[in-house]
């Protein structure tokens, strides 16, 4: 709005017929017919009367009255370009225009204009109301918008951890270092080597992280067995054939006995047998398809240690025989309680009849622990008793005296093996007298030879049984 002036009804004179005056005295243009501005003004920024005023401003002819009106027409235009414009200019840039231009206030009608407009003000964006029109008091957004959730940003300063809810914990193995590792996968082995479960043995080694000494656990193992029995040596193919595809592969299998092969001149020091032992381990190993069929085939001619040829020629040696004539799956023999019964009485005669042969005592030890039968001794005990009886000469009850004596002094059979074996021929004495007529006497006879030699205590002796009464008076008569 303008203020009226002493010169106004003057001004008022001298505007053309497109203006009209208002109550409070105000030039402003007239409205055509349809009520709206003339767009002939808007459409073309300068009439006749217009261009006539600027040319008496150009000549310097400007009275104080045509000054005015044209500071009037100025203003009027710049109201209309705010009404109309669609883009998003800033409103102190459209006022200062007409500010530099007329000199006057451009903050006159920013209240006015800028009432509940949601435009934005400051100048920048593309003409479209603020936050797509989704802005306002208590207004979460548009219309029909779907927030999804939002994971918590543990960067940010009001990060609350007790208010993520249950906390869950993963528990990290560090990987074991090639210092601990013999440490840690021994006593698993050995452990092994008495229970026999591969399953409990794959399931400790998984708990550790192993990362990439995996292989070592084949090495290791072997080299424990090789310190041990036949016994330790199959129950470790069994493990490495159980071990294969799950936890080993074929490739880590072979760098396991490759790194054996490079070790064998240390494991001699041990086992003087290592080369023809580990030898019977890869032949076992490719048959059990634990080590790729070409791993031999790797070694020709590539081979200068002396103890890694007599291992790889052992295993080609094996692998080249009729699977008739060898089978590779009893290539470390049946060990301890897994062979039938009949087969270790066979074993023991065997034994017995080669000692009485030989009269090597050290030998007989040595066939009766390759047995690994510690809960079978008795059956020795019972053979030995057996075949005093039945022989024709002291020469025999001698020898097999001693052999107990001297099993009785390394402690391979125990008391209770002992006792139980002579208890045995106690009780079938009777029988064995239908085909030995002089069994008791010569059971008497033995009996105080073996207390003697202290291989049996007294009560064994005084539990010999004697001929009966019966026997006896009908001898005496």
Known sequence: MFKKESSTPYVLACLPESY????????CLRPDADGEDNKDGANHPYSDDEDALLDAEANGNWTPQEKALHEARIKAKAKRRLRRSSSRNSTSESLSESG??????????????????????TGKGRGLPKKGGAGGKGVWGAAGMVYEVEEPDMQDPNY?????????YETVVPEVEEKELEKMVNPIVQEYFEHGDTKEVEMLLKELNLGQHKYEVTSLAV?????????????????LSDLSGKMLSQSEMAHAFDKMLKELPDLILDTPEAPQMLGQFIA????????????????????DCDHARVALDRAAVLLTMKREMVRLDNVWGVGGGLRPVKHLIKEMNLLLKEYLISGDISEAEHCLRDLEVPHFHHELVYEVVVMVLESKGDTATHMLMKLLQSLWKTGLITVDQMNRGFQRVYDELPEISLDVPHAHSIMETFVDLCFKESVI???LRDACPSRSAKFVRAHDC
């Open 284 to 303: 076992r190993a490719i048959a059990d398809h634990v080590l790729p069929m070409t791993f031999l085939d790797c070694y020709k001619g590539k081979v």
């Open 457 to 459: 205590t007294k009560q």
């Open 100 to 121: 530099e231009a007329a000199g006057g206030d451009p903050s006159a009608l920013k209240g006015k204009v800028h009432n509940n407009d949601r435009k934005s003000r």
């Open 20 to 27: 009209a005056r208002t109550d409070n005295g105000v030039a």
């Open 160 to 168: 609350d951890e007790s208010a993520q809810g249950d906390t869950v």
């Open 223 to 239: 080299s424990l067995s090789l310190e041990g029995k036949a016994s330790h040596r199959e129950l470790t193919s069994r493990l």
